[in-house]
């Protein structure tokens, strides 16, 4: 077959290298992809705001599969355009993305279907948001509805931090994103990312992980897209992935399905195991970045009969194999990264690190006069695989140190919760 992959970082990178694995590729397009892509697809301009011109070149290469990987295109419609043509897409339509879309939706859905999830309230403008604060006191979470490329959550320990986020999201800092606001409940325990394949009517298990969102070692400094992480997630016992699934996933399907938007994709539950029990924090509608990194490092299956699965509504026939190992990746970001990441940067020894059981993937490269640069905040995800966490930490790092770039950085303590559980033997 023919696929079009649309993304540039290095949950891309990932999916484009385990599909490039399977016998049903013929030939892969990415747009706008990234030299590491590069390596096994053809790159392609495309403005993929552009629905109709992605749906030209699906028609003039004969493209028989769209993999979309980041929520924008999702959440701006490209499923349905492209479906209205004819050309099959892995991802959901505008209706179901809107569980990424916005967060009111998704909590208003979790109180109708009775979905465990930190208590609530919407608010459209600041003296009713500021009023329910003032009620309910801190620690209390502030969150822009629509989409803000991840910065538009603020966990307040103050009555004080609380109130300058709500004033931030209606004085406009997060564009219209945050002219409607939820306020939460906080919730305390360990989180955990949790995704399943979806076809409308199935959701299947797809992994679990952990991700370290702030930018420093020991979870400190500012939040960040993920500055690593590592599959499995220890705390998704076998019995905390059922009751997710009864709780919290087979629910949503059903309440989707019930509101005319049922989910078809990829289902990434972030989760918070509390003392009573898994309760959703969010959704996104696509993989998670880094984790799929780890996820496609895991998979045994051949991912395109999967996606293939998912788009055709075959998925109560499939199971899923994955490796026992662990997989865990690192992120390797340019200097100023979240700030305002330097650019151009040269980028050495990719082929020193790669080896057996360890890959890196390009989240943000691009070539200059033939030299690998930096060209966005993570640069990098240098992945490994091993029998524990604490041996895959050990060959990431190794691989990490074998790359020839004063200008990146990266924690050096990517899966500490794992290591620390597997050294204490529990
Ligand atoms: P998000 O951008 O929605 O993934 O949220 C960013 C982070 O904020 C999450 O990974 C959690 O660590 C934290 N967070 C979000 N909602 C809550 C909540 N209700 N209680 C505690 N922490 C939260
Ligand atoms: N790593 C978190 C995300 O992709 O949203």
Known sequence: MNVLLLGSGGREHALAWKMSASPLLTKLYASPGNPGIGRVGELVKLDVADHSAVASFCQEKKIDLVVVGPEGPLVAGIADDLRAWGIRVFGPSKAAARLEGSKGFTKDLCARFNIPTA???RFGDLASAKA?????GAPIV???DGLAAGKGVTVAM???EAVAALEACFDGSFGAAGAEVVVEEYLTGEE????CLCDGATALPFGTAQDHKRVGDG??????GGMGAYSPAPVMTPEMTERTMREIIEPTMRGMANIGAPFA????????ITDQGPKLIEYNTRFGDPECQVLMMRLKDDLLVLLNAAVDGQLAHMSIRWSDAAALTVVMAARGYPGTPEKGSVIRGLDKAEGEGVQVFHAGTAINGGALVANGGRVLNVTALGKTVSEAQAKAYAAVDRIDWPQGFCR???GWQAVAREKAGT
């Open 119 to 121: 208590a609530y309230g």
């Open 192 to 195: 955990a990312s949790f995704f």
């Open 158 to 160: 103050t009555l004080g």
């Open 142 to 144: 502030i969150k822009a």
């Open 219 to 224: 979870d400190t400094g500012p939040n960040t």
């Open 265 to 272: 994709g990829v289902l990434f539950a972030g989760l918070m």
């Open 412 to 414: 050096r303590d990517i």
């Open 132 to 136: 329910y604060v003032e009620k309910t």
